[in-house]
């Protein structure tokens, strides 16, 4: 699988199941709503950096965000 595509979908699945919005995220995190939106459908290609980021605004380990789906 392409890794920014898993990315997107588990970033997508555990901001959800957080209850949290895009636009919650983006006050948490300073990521743009846009940059979210495109992340989440794959076309974006973050660094471990931003991995790190988002992971710390949605309260969760960054490994989560690369873990295939089979391992969730």
């Known amino acids: 699988m392409d890794m920014r ?7 997508a ?8 919005t ?4 983006e006050e948490r995190s300073g990521f743009s709503q846009q ?6 459908r794959g076309k974006r290609n ?4 931003t991995l790190f980021e988002l992971a710390q605004a949605l ?3 960054h490994v989560a965000l690369v873990q295939p789906d089979d391992e969730v």
């Open 22 to 25: 895009q636009e919650q995220v």
């Open 59 to 61: 309260g969760i380990s």
């Open 5 to 11: 595509k898993l990315v997107g979908r588990n970033f």
């Open 13 to 20: 699945r555990l901001r959800r199941e957080k209850g949290l």
């Open 46 to 49: 973050p660094t471990v950096v």
């Open 35 to 40: 940059y979210l939106s495109d992340l989440e």
